[in-house]
């Protein structure tokens, strides 16, 4: 059984599939067949508990007693749907996630064990998620976790992917046969979408951690995980001491919308005092300064749960001509990063796993390089973090030293 993360993925083992939505709460759970451009060919492909079978997909309600599910037979899923999304929303009208900590469990539909679990973090004012697809990519039927939560419950998430919804005259029930016409989900009359026609759904925002707010200065990791916006800074001081443990940045990246895989390579440039060049690690070099920085190695597709490329860092070990260092993300095969989406890096303690710090990179440019995050020793001895996200047109690590020194 896998542990799922947002946005991690697995290859499916078995050709149907269930996935099972419990909470502490009552959920109404809902399926939607997706085509290419990532609407619904037509009504009939929306599956919930007015309409509960359609091409492949079917729809079992627990009774108030176990989870709703939708199954998923991917042997009997027409040709030209691409995706399977499975959607989650509270059943008491106007309630929200806060609080409530739906646990998606993915099973073989055969024999009921369980393939994969995922459990959304940081959940808040959402009425409705998408909260794990079916996808197929490359022959190859898979399963992704997304948690992505909508502010205007099950009918913005319906609207958004092309269903027709209307108003319900009084809170819809369940019904024991679909109703001859248009579907009337359990929700609130529709909001406008959350996003454009032809993009992905625009997440409602979850409580967001820790941040340091513009020309407020630096903050410390004292009260937990540090969000990161553009050009902040955080020092990476817990209980008043500087942290001097190995810490590992983590950088991932997924393919635009409907975009093709995307090779990028993650680096880190060192640099002294005077901002002189010290080296560079990269998927050529996994290791300088005598190991103290360390590689993962090379992430072909960007496709995968997690972190795409990993580089450790050893702050005790690391020389003390070393003084500024900079990740940086470039695309060798030339691809901008207008294809790239969901890019980010993050922080973390390699001794415990432990999140520090994360940076999520919410614009994009035609380029094929970008400065992601630096870090830079104090005199104290401590060393603080910027979050950059600064476009630059190079694709390798070597056009990127003159310019993440001048960024230093």
């Known amino acids: 059984m896998t542990a799922m993360t947002p946005g991690s993925n697995i290859p499916l083992s078995a050709a149907r599939v269930t996935v099972d939505v419990a909470a502490p709460v009552r959920l109404d759970v809902s399926g939607l067949l997706l085509t290419a451009d990532g609407k619904v060919r037509s009504d009939d492909d929306f599956i919930f508990y007015n309409q509960p079978t359609g091409p492949g997909v079917t729809y079992r309600s627990g009774g108030g007693t176990a989870p709703d599910a939708i199954t998923v037979d991917t042997a009997a899923v027409p040709p030209g749907i691409e995706k399977i999304i499975v959607t989650a929303s509270p059943d008491a009208a106007g309630q929200t996630f806060q609080g409530v900590e739906p646990t998606a469990t993915i099973r073989n539909a055969d024999d009921s064990s369980v393939l994969a679990t995922f459990t959304p973090p940081q959940l808040g004012a959402e009425t409705a998620l998408v909260i794990v697809e079916i996808y197929l990519r ?81 903050i410390n990791l004292d009260k937990g995980r540090v969000s990161l916006q553009k050009n902040q800074t955080v020092s990476l001081v817990k209980g008043g001491r500087p942290l001097l443990a190995s810490v590992k940045m983590g950088l991932g990246w997924e393919p635009a919308y409907r975009g093709k895989d995307i090779d990028l390579d993650a680096s880190v440039i060192a640099y002294g005092p005077q901002r002189n060049h010290i080296d560079s ?78 940076f999520d990179l919410t614009n994009a440019e035609a380029q094929t390089g970008v400065m992601m995050a630096k870090l830079i020793r104090q005199f104290s001895g401590e060393w603080d973090m910027t979050a950059m996200g600064d476009f630059v047109k190079s694709r390798t690590v070597r056009g990127m030293v003159k310019p993440a020194a001048q960024a230093l």
């Open 138 to 218: 490359g022959g190859q039927w898979k399963a992704r976790a997304v948690g992505q939560g909508y502010a205007n419950g099950l009918a913005g998430i319906a609207t958004d992917f092309g269903v027709t919804v209307e108003e319900p005259a009084t809170p819809a029930q369940p019904a024991a046969t679909p109703p001859p016409a248009t579907m009337q989900p359990p929700v609130a009359p529709p909001a406008p979408p959350l996003s454009t026609p032809q993009a992905p759904p625009a997440p409602a925002a979850p409580p967001a951690p820790p941040a340091a707010a513009p020309g407020t200065g630096k």
């Open 281 to 358: 690690c990269y998927f050529g070099k996994l290791q300088i300064v005598g190991g103290a920085i360390r590689h993962s190695g090379d992430n072909l597709t960007g496709e995968g749960g997690g972190d795409d490329e990993v580089i450790t860092v050893d702050l005790g070990r690391l020389p003390q001509e070393v003084t500024g260092l900079v990740f940086t993300v470039n695309s060798f095969s030339g691809q901008k990063f207008t294809e790239v989406a969901k890019a980010y890096c993050r922080l973390l303690d390699a001794t415990t796993g432990e999140e520090l710090v994360r």
